[in-house]
């Protein structure tokens, strides 16, 4: 008798991403209660299974849905406030004092629900975020039913979520203590504490996010080495750069995810290595605030675990791990003078298992593989300018695109369906975000 399933997916190519170079062709993905019970050929599936529900992707390549390792997502409601600005300049004299003047968690929530729809819509269904007001950001995550790795952010200074250290970890923990109430065992929130960088955190908070790490066994997830300003500021007043201020701190291990990374020297590098740090790239956001490349090739080639990020909607400008994908491949190759760099199936493991692992959640998501989470995008090629198809993996990473993604699950249950989103009226959202633009930037009339 067939075993009872879910879901069965049929797809033409399938790319798990574990083995590492691996494509199946004509084969299916069976998905009972959220996971993934098995992955075999079609005719195979057929016989052993009896599936609810049948989906037939013809003309598809399926992949492990995408991991965004480093977001603000709130900062959606920001996007393109204040464009072609050095990193400092647009920080000091335009995001910030915007974030004084409208950051609630409302902010937070209506933000947060807007890009969980942007991401959903291009096939990312896990993201890492950095921002305040981080119970309003997991309660935009849960509506959009959206898997979220939520930042405990912590900053030395005042601002409209806290007014100082202290406060802040006081208040991040406080709403991971309320969430973790309602969180059943295959809840898709987890945590991190996000120090937001080292020229805004002290060693004494430090310190502090080092000690709950370890309590509570979470990673940490700070900006890092993103501009050589913020290099020879370290160098200024620590008498270090920031990666050796980190070591001397006890704050490198392998639950350190540093995010951008671009100016790190060969030593440092080599440190990061040793103790099994990751580094979130965020190509599109270096390129844009002009901080530089970072050097993943010389990155991966010394071991550190890579994984991809958009930053933030206000610095990029869009939420799209189809355009990191690319760029990071072809910046690695440019930079490197090496073609070979960073090929297209390195590229798709970055932007899946190489944030899943950052996260430690490579046991659960990140790849495709019996009795992990089924978290799945599809991605259409009956497309004219995505044929012919002699590698899927090289397809999706230099040609495809965001708008060719027609279905994604998390947990096995559907949330995107032939391009449309399931969980959020996107008029509605659209709406939103013109009622927020009205407050920040009231039009003359």
């Not at 990374?261 to 580094?279: F, K, P, R, T």
């Not at 970072?294 to 869009?318: F, H, K, W, Y």
């Amino acid at each position: 008798m067939n075993a009872p399933i879910d879901l069965l997916i049929e797809a033409r190519w399938i790319i798990p991403v574990e083995p590492a170079g691996i494509v199946l062709e004509n084969h299916a993905v069976a998905v009972d209660k959220g996971r993934i019970v098995a992955i075999l050929q079609q005719s195979e599936a057929r016989q052993q299974f009896s599936p609810n529900e049948v989906k037939q992707l013809p003309h598809h390549i399926l992949i492990p849905g995408l991991v965004n390792l480093h977001t603000h997502a709130a900062m959606t409601l920001l996007r393109g406030l204040a464009d072609d600005l050095p990193l400092m300049e647009w920080l000091q004299k335009h995001i910030w004092p915007a974030e004084a003047r409208h950051v609630s968690a409302q902010f937070v929530y209506d933000g947060t629900l807007i890009a969980c729809a942007e991401m959903l819509r291009g096939g990312t269904t896990c993201f890492n975020d950095m921002y305040f007001f981080p119970k309003a950001a997991a309660q935009a995550a849960q509506a959009a039913g959206m898997r979220a790795a939520i930042g405990l952010i912590s900053l030395d200074f005042p601002t409209a979520y806290a007014t100082d250290a202290d406060d802040y970890l006081a208040k991040g923990l406080a709403a991971r203590d309320e969430l973790r109430e309602e969180l059943d065992d295959d809840s898709l929130l987890s945590f991190c504490l996000a120090p937001h960088a080292p020229y805004t955190v002290n060693d004494r908070n430090f310190a502090r996010v080092l000690t709950l790490a370890e309590q509570c066994d979470l990673p940490i997830h700070l900006h890092l080495h993103e501009t050589k300003a913020e290099i020879d500021d370290s160098v200024q007043r620590f008498g270090m750069r920031p990666v050796e201020r980190l070591r001397r701190l006890g704050l490198l291990s392998p639950g350190l995810i540093g995010v951008h990374g671009v100016h790190l020297d060969a030593d440092e590098i080599a440190l990061l290595a040793q103790h099994g740090c990751s580094i979130a790239h965020c190509p599109s956001s270096n390129l844009k605030l002009a901080s530089g490349i970072a050097p993943i090739t010389a990155l991966s080639q010394s071991g550190v675990n890579v994984g991809l990020g958009s930053d933030g909607a206000a610095s990029n400008n869009r939420l799209d791990l189809f355009q990191e994908m690319r760029l990071a491949a072809l910046l690695a190759k440019g930079s490197s003078g090496q073609a070979e760099a960073i090929g297209a199936h390195q590229a798709l493991r970055m932007a899946t298992l190489g944030g899943a692992q950052a996260l430690g959640l490579d046991a659960e998501i990140g790849s495709l593989a019996a009795g992990k989470a089924a978290d799945l995008c599809a991605i259409s090629i009956d497309d004219v300018g995505l044929v012919p198809c002699y590698d899927p993996a090289s397809l999706i990473v230099y040609c495809a695109g965001r708008e060719h993604v027609t279905d994604v699950w998390v947990a096995g249950q559907s949330r995107v369906a032939h391009g449309t989103l399931l969980a959020s009226n996107e008029i509605e959202l659209i709406n939103l975000a013109a009622l927020w633009q009205n407050q920040i930037c009231p039009r003359n009339t």
